[in-house]
């Protein structure tokens, strides 16, 4: 019984840490292909603010006058994420129960570049859902 009581409280206490927070809801222009999106942070180091990047295109495949795919961009945005900051070379969601560490800044060693190294805690997801006949798309900030 006490391994019983013992694996509820772990469940429990897993679930209410995650965090869904919703950055973006909008209404996309109507796509004549197929619709990619691309998701990712982008640190501001000297205001240690922390934003998602997204991008949305539209690939149109065309045969004429030779078989190619053109990609035109949709929507592009910038939002910041609330709550989540860079403190010294580690990046760090304070979440309403306990501060969660997204990932580091590190140096690439060929190029020299900071680069954000993913801890695999912090995830933004992305969907396309109708509403009222036109696509939706919604973009949310979660962590594990």
């Known amino acids: ?14 679930t209410f840490a995650q965090t ?4 973006l809801s909008k209404q996309m222009p109507e796509p004549r292909g ?6 990712q942070f982008i640190v501001d180091s000297e205001m240690k603010e922390v ?6 295109n539209d690939n149109l495949a065309t045969t004429f006058p030779s078989p190619h795919i053109k990609i035109m961009t ?15 070379d580690e990046v760090i969601y304070q979440a309403p129960v ?10 690439s060693r060929v190029f020299k570049k900071s680069t954000l190294l993913l801890s695999g805690k912090c995830n933004l997801k992305w969907f396309i859902q109708p509403f009222k006949g036109k696509k939706h798309l919604t973009i949310k900030f979660s962590t594990k």
């Open 1 to 14: 019984m006490k391994i019983l009581s013992a694996a509820f409280v772990l469940l429990t206490s897993t």
């Open 98 to 107: 306990s501060d969660v560490g997204c990932g580091r800044i590190r140096k």
């Open 51 to 56: 934003f998602a990047n997204i991008e949305v």
């Open 34 to 39: 197929e619709i990619r999106v691309l998701t």
């Open 74 to 88: 949709m929507m592009s945005e910038k939002v910041k994420i609330e709550g989540m900051t860079l403190n010294g």
């Open 20 to 23: 869904d927070l919703t950055l």
